[in-house]
């Protein structure tokens, strides 16, 4: 322990060596030297055990030592260094907090001038010596409780590292004096230790029993949801811990996109020129992160090319959420896309709830069916979109989002906009990449990989025997116009194990 205090214990050993007229040497409870003026000053780092006898017996008794005839002491006896030693009077003092012992300290005369005035105010010295040891102990002792604070916050870390929630630890001045991986990560954090200029505050405002803050650093803003702690303890060393997590991650979230195994795009079963041609348009489109609007008809499989856009993007880690806008009324649908503080309006949560846009930051949000959105929704859309920006129902305060928004529609959207039923403004900020998913009916020529997918999949599925339909059952198939197209959400899943 003393070792990591050599620089500051070296320092002071000198001090003391000038105003005493006394060389200094300092050992820890290993007997190997921490710091020395004069003639042990060249010898720090090294084990003393063969020549210390005089330390070995402080440190044996953990008693102050006086000793004013070297060689001829008893303690002397043995000493392989008593034919060469020229110490005229030592002084050695245990450095102990009275609980733990750390090492030793001695004052080393060789002069004769000198002795005689230690000696003739013995006490004086010892008590000079015991109190440097004294200091020297109270120094270590911090050292090993800061060691073992340290020791408690690394394991602390460990376990919220487990639960995946951010840590941070403020001294009694306000200042961030801990913080953990997951913390940094949420507030996009590299540094290893203070965070300057830092703040939480409460907004008022609460999700899943967990109060919602918004945490400002160097002029970045983030909300979050957490617990802030106050500590007590005798030295008042800490105020408080933060335990704080995303909003995302604290909210179940129960529209996901599929996960893959291998790549999205091989659960769009077809290889026909227009699904080439759409497979090489979601590649494209995957790397950017501008607004989707994809279009075709019922049943042809939208949300696999959004889930398939997500998946191979940059946005791939993030979340994927979906909402059926044609599927929610509208007195709800604002609340679902935006969420809402408690109280907001009649019937709703005390708690509040966090809206689609919130749960997808990060993330892809799928909007399908887009066109049966009301319009006064569409007007809050086109801002969320122009500004980045959303405002929670009987909330003032906006709320920043990074979202990529994909939409969805199988109506035709000019007809729509002749008609004043859907907006031109907002229909250009959507369509910034139009992809349209071609009817089954144009691309027979995957048929016949349908037909197999299908029947593999549901003998597998009923654990039936694998079975071909005969060639004049799908030639009647390439006969039909095929008006829901693939209706079934297993269409694109892989068959089960």
Known sequence: MLS???EQIQSSAETISQVTGLDVEVVDIDLIRVAGTGVYAGGVGSNIKQAGNLLKATLAGELPLFIENPRENKICRGCRNKVNCKELLSICAPITDGNKLYGAIELICFSEAVRERVLAQREIYINFLVLFASNFADSARQKFELQDI????????????????????????????????????????????????????????TFSDLDEYLVTHNGRKRLVV???????????????????DTIQSIISISQQGPSYEDSPLNHIVGNS????????????????????????????????VASAIHAIGDRADATFV?????????????????????????GALRKGQIG??????????????????????????????????????????????????????????EDLMAQNMFRRDL?????????????????????????????????????????????SIVNKMRLYEWPGNCRHRYAYSRCPD
């Open 356 to 413: 689609k846009f919130e749960l997808a930051e990060g993330g892809v949000l799928f909007l399908d069916e887009i066109s049966t959105m009301p319009l006064y929704l569409q007007v809050k859309l086109l801002r969320a979109l122009q500004e980045r920006t959303i405002t929670r129902l009987g909330a003032n305060r906006a709320v920043s989002v990074d979202i990529r928004i994909v939409a969805a529609t199988n109506d035709n959207l």
């Open 150 to 205: 340290t020791s408690l916050l690394n394991a602390m870390s460990e376990v919220v590292s487990t639960n995946d929630k951010g840590t941070i630890i403020f001294d009694a001045q306000d200042k961030v004096v801990y913080n953990n991986l997951r913390a940094k990560e949420i507030l996009k954090k590299s540094l290893d230790s203070q965070f300057e200029n830092f703040s939480i505050a409460k907004t008022g405002d």
């Open 427 to 471: 229909f250009y900020r959507l369509n910034v990449i139009p992809l349209h998913v071609p009817p089954l009916r144009k691309r027979l020529d995957d048929l016949d990989l349908l037909v197999s997918h299908f029947a593999n999949k549901y003998c597998t599925l009923f654990e039936k025997k694998p079975i071909s339909l005969p060639s």
């Open 322 to 346: 979906a909402i059926n806008c044609g599927a929610i009324p509208d007195t709800l649908l604002e609340s679902e896309l935006f969420g809402y503080v408690g109280g907001a309006f009649t």
């Open 4 to 6: 990591s205090l050599q």
């Open 273 to 304: 020129p227009l699904v080439t041609t759409l497979k090489e348009q979601i590649r494209a489109t995957a790397l950017t992160n501008s607004s989707v609007l994809i279009t075709g008809e019922s049943g042809t499989g939208k949300e696999l």
């Open 226 to 244: 957490g617990r802030e702690i106050n500590l007590t303890s005798p030295t008042n060393r800490f105020s408080s811990v933060f335990v704080f």
